[in-house]
C-alpha cells in the first residue's frame, strides 16, 4: 500500500474493489494528527482522486504541489491516485483558518472541480473570481484544478451568513453546485426560480457555473 500503517489518531483510508467484491488494494492516507477523506471520483483513464481535511501541517503534500505546507488550524487537501493505488500528486488546500473540502468531480479533460467550506480571509480567491473576498464569518468555495495539480481558479461563493457548498456535478460544459445557505444576498441571479431567502433556518441552493 501507499501507506501501509495509520500513522495518526484518525487517517483517511481509500480502498478498491473488482466488480466481483473482491479487494483489489487498499491504503491509509493521512498525517500524524487527524484526517479525513470526504469525496472520491474517477477520471476518464480511472486515476482516483480524493478531497478532505487535515489537521496536520505537513505529510500530505508531494514536492512542487499547489500548496506544499497547510496554512490553517484545519486545512483541505487534494489528492490524485493512479487505479493501482499509487500516488501521482497531493496538495494542501486553505488559507490562514480552518478550511474543509467536501466535493469533488471531473470533467473530459480530467480537470478536477473541489469544493467545501472556509472561514479563511485569504489564500482561498485567485485573480478574477467570481467572488474575490469572503462574504462571512463561513462561505463556501469552489475551485479548479488542472489533471497535473495546478491551480487553474478558485473563489468564494457566499453572502453575509453561513454558506456551504457541498456537492459539485460536471455536465455538457457547465459545472453544477448545490448546498446550504443562511445568507439573505449575493446567492441567487436575477432570474432565479426561488430569487429571495424564505427566512427558514437554512435553505438550500443550485448554481451553475462556466468550466
Do not use: M
Amino acid at each position: 500500500a501507499f501507506q501501509a500503517s495509520r500513522p495518526g489518531n484518525q487517517d483517511g483510508f481509500i480502498v478498491k474493489f473488482n466488480t466481483a467484491g473482491n479487494l483489489s488494494w487498499a491504503t491509509y492516507f493521512g498525517t500524524s494528527t487527524n484526517d479525513w477523506i470526504n469525496a472520491i471520483t474517477t477520471d476518464t483513464t480511472g486515476n482516483i482522486i480524493v478531497v478532505g481535511q487535515s489537521q496536520g501541517t505537513t505529510g500530505l503534500s508531494t514536492t512542487g504541489a499547489y500548496k506544499e505546507i497547510g496554512l490553517g488550524l484545519t486545512d483541505g487537501f487534494i489528492a490524485k491516485f493512479d487505479s493501482a493505488g499509487a500516488r501521482l500528486w497531493s496538495s494542501y488546500f486553505g488559507g490562514p483558518d480552518n478550511d474543509r473540502l467536501f466535493a469533488v468531480c471531473t470533467d473530459s479533460t480530467n480537470a478536477i472541480y473541489i469544493s467545501g467550506i472556509t472561514n479563511s480571509t485569504s489564500d482561498i480567491s485567485t485573480s478574477g473570481a467570481h467572488q474575490s473576498i469572503i462574504g462571512s464569518a463561513t462561505d463556501g468555495l469552489i475551485a479548479k484544478f488542472d489533471q497535473g495539480g495546478g491551480l487553474l481558479w478558485s473563489t468564494y461563493f457566499g453572502g453575509t451568513d453561513n454558506d456551504l457548498v457541498q456537492y459539485l456535478l460536471f455536465s455538457k460544459g457547465k459545472l453544477y453546485a448545490t448546498g446550504s445557505t443562511l445568507s439573505p444576498n449575493n446567492i441567487t441571479t436575477p432570474d432565479a426560480i426561488v430569487p429571495v431567502y424564505n427566512n427558514s433556518f437554512s435553505e438550500g441552493f443550485l448554481a451553475t457555473f462556466s468550466a
